[in-house]
């Protein structure tokens, strides 16, 4: 990893004490969901993001969610905490994602598609991987904000924005040009913010499953099928929706859970 990115990453500042609280309470086996709403009222960000995402059609709520009680109650206590640590995540990540062709919005948009498909797809297949999924599924992107940076500070952006042009996805993009990929950047910064190992180890080998130890690798290999049809350039185009079914039939996954959950997402995405 070069110095620009180790420096880069040891520069962030730390998380907040209320993403210190949720992550701890994140680890409890036995949830209050008036604990949870008790840390998150603390947090105004925190609080504007879940409202803002609960209402979005992605949700497909028939009513206005206008408080934290009711979006916990609606979302759950897991993918209440998904938004809750992904917006802060985003927030003190901020960088110009112009490399990617996106802003700051699009990638909250495109997170929270990844993390409605992991929700909508795992839901079918096994209700441990979705409570497990639907954290890592928002934040594995996370590493775009350090990467769009050394682009900018290399000069690297309009090289990097030509290979995308000529077929490379993200991933083939960043490790020709900065020999490191989002995945292996996004597990470094969870790792400087001692955040959890299992949220480190399912992450960091999306782009490299050869390596990903067995432990972790029915996990990174639904990462990044998500990750996949998701991805930030064309999201849930043909195209990426074809590559991700390849992929999971790669994996040996039954495909059709994936495409009933994609087609359910794509028609929540037409009501927006």
């Not at 962030?12 to 949720?22: D, H, Y």
């Not at 490399?99 to 441990?128: E, Q, R």
């Amino acid at each position: 990893m070069s110095q620009n990115i180790l420096e880069k990453i040891e520069s962030l500042p730390p998380l907040p004490k209320t993403i210190a609280e949720i992550e701890e309470f994140r680890q409890k086996s036995d949830k209050d969901p008036f604990e949870l709403l008790k840390i998150i009222e603390k947090d105004a960000l925190i609080i504007s993001t879940l409202l803002k995402v609960s209402n979005s059609a992605m949700f497909g709520f028939r009513s206005k969610v206008e408080t934290p009680s009711r979006a916990i109650n609606l979302l759950g206590i897991n993918f209440t905490i998904s938004i809750a640590i992904g917006g802060t995540v985003q927030n003190l990540l901020k960088a110009n994602l112009s490399p990617y062709g996106i802003n700051s919005d699009d990638f909250m948009k495109i997170s929270n598609m990844s993390t409605t498909l992991a929700n909508l797809w795992l839901a079918k297949v096994s209700y441990d991987l979705k409570e497990e999924l639907i954290l890592p599924a928002l934040l594995q992107e996370a590493g775009k904000f350090v990467i769009a940076d050394i682009l900018e500070l290399e000069n690297k952006t309009q090289e990097f924005k030509t290979l995308l042009n000529n077929g490379y996805s993200t991933a083939q993009a960043e490790k020709e040009l900065i020999g490191i990929t989002t995945s292996q950047i996004t597990a470094q910064i969870f790792k400087h913010w001692k955040l959890s190992e299992n949220l480190i180890n399912s992450i960091e080998f999306v782009d490299d499953i050869s390596n990903v130890p067995e432990e972790y690798k029915q996990k990174a290999q639904i990462l990044d099928v998500i990750k996949t049809a998701c991805e930030v350039t064309d999201p849930l185009s043909d195209d990426k929706i074809e590559k991700a079914v390849n992929k999971a039939t790669a994996y040996s996954f039954d495909t059709k859970p994936l495409l009933t959950a994609i087609e359910k997402l794509q028609d929540r995405l037409l009501d927006e």
